[in-house]
Structures are given as C-alpha cells and as structure tokens.
C-alpha cells in the first residue's frame, strides 16, 4: 500500500541519514520471499531509489 511505502522510505531515509552523519555506506540485501509480489519489489527499488540508496544486492534462496 501507499502507506507502507511511505514508511518504508522515511525508514530508509533515516537509516541513510544515520550512515552518512558518520561517514559510512549503506548496503541493502534484498532476500524475497517467492510468493512476494512483484509490485512490492518495484516499490522498494523505488523507495531505495528516492533515499538514493544504490548499493543493493539480492539474496536468491535462504538466509544462510
């Protein structure tokens, strides 16, 4: 929902602010699960794209 990712990318917003006041990098891994839909990733990218978080990865199978 629209709200959800509003809150998803304040969250990011500040996780990158908390990163950049002390000089480090943020790094997202991406680990969906397979009944994800496909609108909810297309939501985070977007969410990451407007925090400018650009060191994302994705994770296929499960967490090790």
Do not use: C, H, W
């Amino acid at each position: 929902t629209r709200r959800s990712s509003d809150l998803l990318e304040a969250d990011l917003r500040q996780m990158k602010q908390a990163a950049d006041n002390v000089g480090a990098s943020v790094l997202v891994t991406i680990n969906a699960d397979e009944q994800a839909k496909y609108q909810r990733m297309v939501d985070v990218l977007d969410a990451l794209n407007a925090v400018k978080i650009s060191n994302v990865s994705f994770q296929v199978g499960a967490p090790e």
